[in-house]
């Protein structure tokens, strides 16, 4: 069974999943648009690169690069080149909406916010892509969805364990801490991230981060070179993008997700930015 042709855009068809190998083809289905996840997928890359932006972080994997995609995230492929040697694995939004968020699942959600890339020792790469390959063949071994649903809570939470695991590892090696600047920056991002469709209020970001509105738009521009208003749109329109294309969601019910006063409004706001209406983006080849 190719499973790497099931992964679908939005979610998994089961309550977890794991393949390899996932094809330059598959990738390829990517790069024209953003795409948003309601699943959450890890990524163990052993061959090849890959160019991606995850939300607002643009980074390249490389061999040895582990990556994690919590749900909710838009992410989009840039580049691919190489011989591809990638293995994937995650859990639905269906499993993940009834699962019993223990505290190494809170731990893996946590310490992956606005860092959503580790790079592995070869050995620590080695060995997760044997476990890896077990988990391949105790998927084929139960060889039914009713099956396979009957481990699904062992497997989250021994994979969310071990994940919190190599992060904090990770994090060990590194001995040099962000500046206050960069720092804020990555406080501002993963609220931004969080928060985007709820409000693009830039005065309410700065008291969530409790500093004045000047400062937070002084020391983003500073340290990006994009203002506040710009960053925050970039994931507003990215989001849009992502819904005119890959759903049959209406203009109107994709204005309220993103929690715009009417169409009319979303119409401008997206037009601002893009250079045509919602309609004529999603009409577009």
Same mark, same amino acid.
């Given at each position: 069974?190719?499973?790497?042709?099931?992964?679908?855009?939005?979610?998994?068809?089961?309550?977890?999943?794991?393949?390899t190998?996932?094809?330059?083809?598959?990738?390829?289905?990517?790069?024209?648009?953003?795409?948003?996840?309601k699943?959450?997928?890890?990524?163990?890359?052993?061959?090849?690169?890959?160019?991606?932006?995850?939300?607002?972080?643009?980074?390249?994997?490389?061999?040895?690069?582990?990556?994690?995609?919590?749900?909710?995230?838009?992410?989009?492929?840039?580049?691919?080149?190489?011989?591809?040697?990638?293995?994937?694995?995650?859990?639905?939004?269906?499993?993940?909406?009834?699962?019993?968020?223990?505290?190494?699942?809170?731990?893996t959600?946590?310490?992956?916010?606005?860092?959503?890339?580790?790079?592995?020792?070869?050995?620590?790469?080695?060995?997760?892509?044997?476990?890896?390959n077990?988990?391949?063949?105790?998927?084929?071994?139960?060889?039914?969805?009713?099956s396979?649903?009957?481990?699904?809570?062992y497997? !989250?939470?021994?994979?969310?364990? +071990?994940?919190?695991?190599?992060?904090?590892? /990770? *994090? =060990?090696?590194?001995?040099?801490?962000?500046?206050?600047?960069?720092?804020?920056?990555?406080?501002?991002?993963?609220?931004?991230?969080?928060?985007?469709?709820?409000?693009?209020?830039?005065?309410?970001?700065?008291?969530?981060?409790?500093?004045?509105?000047?400062?937070?738009?002084?020391?983003?521009?500073?340290?990006?070179?994009?203002?506040?208003?710009?960053?925050?749109s970039?994931?507003?329109?990215?989001?849009?993008?992502?819904?005119?294309?890959?759903?049959?969601?209406?203009?109107?019910?994709?204005?309220?997700?993103?929690?715009?006063?009417?169409?009319?409004?979303?119409g401008? !706001?997206?037009?601002?930015?893009v +250079?045509?209406?919602?309609?004529?983006?999603? /009409? *577009? =080849?």
């Open positions: 069974m190719d499973r790497d042709k099931e992964i679908p855009k939005f979610d998994l068809p089961e309550e977890w999943i794991v393949g190998d996932i094809s330059k083809e598959l990738l390829s289905l990517y790069t024209n648009f953003p795409c948003r996840l699943c959450e997928i890890f990524v163990l890359c052993m061959d090849g690169e890959v160019e991606a932006s995850i939300n607002l972080n643009r980074f390249t994997v490389h061999p040895n690069d582990f990556v994690t995609i919590m749900p909710g995230s838009i992410f989009q492929i840039h580049k691919v080149s190489g011989n591809l040697k990638i293995y994937f694995a995650g859990f639905s939004s269906g499993y993940i909406g009834k699962a019993n968020l223990r505290h190494s699942s809170l731990n959600l946590y310490i992956t916010i606005g860092r959503p890339l580790i790079t592995l020792k070869p050995k620590g790469a080695q060995l997760l892509e044997q476990y890896l077990f988990l391949i063949n105790l998927y084929d071994f139960f060889d039914n969805v009713e396979r649903k009957a481990i699904t809570p497997l !989250y939470d021994n994979i969310h364990a +071990g994940i919190a695991s190599m992060y904090r590892n /990770n *994090k =060990g090696q590194s001995k040099t801490a962000l500046p206050k600047s960069e720092q804020l920056c990555k406080d501002f991002t993963q609220l931004v991230t969080q928060s985007y469709s709820q409000t693009r209020n830039v005065a309410w970001y700065a008291e969530k981060l409790g500093i004045t509105h000047a400062h937070l738009c002084t020391i983003v521009k500073q340290v990006t070179g994009k203002t506040c208003v710009e960053i925050i970039q994931m507003v329109i990215m989001d849009a993008k992502s819904q005119l294309k890959s759903t049959n969601l209406s203009i109107q019910e994709i204005s309220d997700s993103l929690n715009f006063a009417n169409m009319s409004f979303f401008k !706001y997206f037009k601002r930015y +250079g045509m209406s919602p309609l004529e983006y999603r /009409n *577009k =080849g």
